[in-house]
């Protein structure tokens, strides 16, 4: 696609229920990363996939978030027994990684209401 | 760690009238990259200019510049003849050179009011 999908756009879940979300990156991006966007708030860092190499985990913030991603291209965010803090905005970008400060693309993320 | 620091959770401008957003960052890295990036009810983050740190002249993209103080470590942006279009969140964003996240203020948001 021309951009970086996003899906579901909008999520509304029952707090202990697990949520699948998904991340279409811009074809040929080597690099795929998750933000996650409290209201009023930046952007935290949540995980980072270079290609082939081990994905930096370094910003989940439970053992109840993980992710993977399928070779270049597609990536799930999974949180388990989700909790009312994790509502929030979810955000995926993408970018090429060919050399350092490579502009990265966003999409327009999953709105994720736990009630 | 590096922090970024955006100390207007607010700011309003006239249309056609020029605004100034502030941004201050700490690390004790040389080699470092900054962003603004823009963005709209859509919730989309779009680039609207990057510094590297090495270089000393000043970033321009068309109506958006920046001041870029090394030594200071300040990282200002200006939006000349503010247009409608314009008022959105705005976040500053630092990127290390040996790490691949970006790490963000907390974000301005602008009105631009006609």
């Known amino acids: 696609g021309a951009g970086v999908s996003q899906s579901p756009s909008n999520k509304v879940t029952e707090k202990g229920k697990d949520v699948e979300l998904r991340c279409d990156p811009i074809?040929?991006?080597?690099?795929l990363y998750w933000y996650r966007q409290r209201l009023g708030q930046g952007l935290e860092f949540l995980i980072y996939?270079?290609?082939?190499?081990?994905?930096?985990k370094s910003g989940l913030p439970s053992d109840r978030f993980s992710a993977e991603r399928t070779g270049e291209s597609v990536s799930t965010l999974t949180i388990q027994r989700t909790q009312q803090e994790d509502s929030a905005v979810y955000l995926c970008a993408s970018s090429l990684d060919v050399g350092r400060g490579t502009e990265a693309f966003f999409g327009q993320g999953t709105r994720l209401t736990v009630v | 760690a590096q922090t970024v620091t955006q100390s207007q959770p607010e700011m309003s401008v006239q249309e056609a009238e020029t605004v100034t957003l502030s941004c201050t960052y700490d690390t004790s890295e040389s080699d470092y990259y900054l962003f603004w990036y823009k963005q709209p009810p859509s919730r989309q983050m779009i680039l609207v200019i990057r510094?590297?740190?090495?270089?000393?002249q000043n970033a321009t993209e068309n109506r958006f510049s920046v001041n870029f103080q090394k030594a200071a470590k300040s990282f200002s942006l200006k939006i000349s003849d503010s247009q409608l279009g314009d008022a959105a969140m705005y976040f500053c964003a630092y990127l290390s050179g040996s790490a691949r996240q970006l790490t963000f203020g907390s974000g301005t948001q602008l009105t631009v009011l006609p």
């Open positions: 074809s040929g991006h080597t690099a």
């Open positions: 996939f270079q290609g082939n190499s081990a994905p930096d």
């Open positions: 510094q590297e740190a090495y270089k000393q």
